[in-house]
């Protein structure tokens, strides 16, 4: 069993930056492949970062990140990241990162379905 467990979110303007972290405990997910997803309110979960857990980094994100976010992993320390610049309002939502238990080094996800541990997300406020 792994526990997620997300930080890092907080109220930023318009342009600023955010780094948010997710820390797995219970055992090592360097085997793992990575997510980040978001839920705004009355909307759907919509994914935002993907990355796989293999020596060569592949990476995948949402259209609507592309070029301002990025998501980077430290297996050392169990932790994901998710780099956030450039925030805009429509970013404001309810982050969540996600682990998946098995998948091939190379490959990464962006269904949330195929992930089978989730945290239980932190709060990330854009105000324009």
């Known amino acids: 069993q792994v526990q997620l467990v997300e930080s890092g979110g907080g109220l930023v303007q318009a342009g600023g930056s955010l780094r948010l972290s997710c820390t797995a405990s219970?055992?090592?997910?360097?085997?793992?492949?990575l997510g980040w997803f978001r839920q705004a309110p009355g909307k759907e979960r919509e994914f935002v970062a993907a990355i796989n857990w293999g020596g060569v980094v592949n990476t995948y994100y949402g259209d609507s990140v592309k070029g301002r976010f990025t998501i980077s992993r430290d297996n050392a320390k169990n932790t994901v990241y998710l780099q956030m610049n450039s925030l805009k309002p429509e970013d404001t939502a309810v982050y969540y990162c996600?682990?998946?238990?098995?998948?091939?080094?190379?490959?990464?996800?962006?269904?949330?379905?195929?992930?089978?541990?989730w945290g239980q997300g932190t709060q990330v406020t854009v105000s324009s």
């Open positions: 219970g055992r090592t997910f360097s085997t793992y492949p």
């Open positions: 996600a682990a998946k238990q098995n998948g091939p080094p190379s490959r990464t996800y962006y269904g949330g379905k195929e992930y089978d541990y």
